[in-house]
């Protein structure tokens, strides 16, 4: 009984949510299809980066599972060319690689991944991650759909920000960190509090991996990124900027 509940809570959890696996090893593609969709979820898999972007492009999925080693386009070039297109920008990627270096998972994240599996790994470990990703809230809670600060407006509900009227295309991680930043009005955030707020409690990642989405969001913000503001020894906040 206990595990046919908990199989009817993960489906629920889903909803059905579509899940792209892109992986060029045929046995793991198929336990990850086969575990997937035993927890109730969409399963789709993608052999190669060409045919990832393709399906992408034409079914956009919940979520991707990206082998960052394909072969020919690789899983790095396949989530570059995601985030840099408005309508792909937003999908939640977790990559999953045999890299197991910090520096590996830093760069992974600097290239707009939301999560950092590495092989081997623990299946159970693997689906929590996907139920963590799947279950964050796509609309807003507030009732303010648009927050704003200084040149900066971003849309909740149309997953939009804007630079005094113009978009740009930050990755969904960066986007919620923003949306923290913004929500906060001021207030300093730890690294820990934006980690819960872009990643979800209960996800391991390290303190410099907020730093890493952080310095790749400057560079998206131009010059609104001095409102984007580092205070020493605690974390960051999102105010105007001191005219000294």
């Known amino acids: 009984m206990a595990a046919t509940d908990s199989k009817k809570a993960s489906a629920t959890l889903s909803n059905r949510a ?29 052999n190669s980066g060409d045919k990832a972007l393709e399906y992408i492009r034409e079914n956009p999925p919940n979520l991707v599972l990206l082998d960052r ?73 507030e009732d303010d759909t648009v927050i704003k600060a200084g040149p900066v407006a971003l849309n909740v509900t149309r997953y939009e920000v804007t630079i005094n009227g113009k978009k740009i295309s930050p990755t969904a991680t960066e986007f919620r960190i923003l949306a923290a930043l913004l929500r906060g009005k001021g207030r300093v955030f730890s690294r820990s509090q934006l980690l819960n707020q872009a990643f979800g409690e209960n996800v391991i990642v390290t303190d410099r991996t907020i730093d890493v989405h952080v310095t790749a969001l400057r560079k998206k913000l131009g010059n609104a990124a001095k409102w984007l503001q580092t205070v020493r020894g605690v974390g960051y906040t999102f105010r105007e900027p001191s005219s000294n």
């Open 18 to 46: 579509s899940i792209l696996v892109v992986e060029d090893e045929d046995d793991l593609a198929k336990m990850l299809q086969f575990n997937l969709e035993r927890d109730g979820y969409g399963c789709t898999v993608a």
């Open 69 to 141: 080693m394909l072969p020919g386009l690789t899983g790095d070039d396949v989530i570059m060319t995601l985030r840099r297109e408005p309508k792909t920008a937003h999908i939640p990627v977790i990559m999953l690689t045999a890299k197991a270096e910090e520096d590996d998972q830093l760069v992974g994240f600097a290239f707009g991944a939301d999560d950092y599996v590495t092989k081997p790994f623990s299946m159970k470990v693997l689906l929590a991650r996907v139920a963590a990703v799947v279950r964050r809230p796509k609309q807003p809670s």
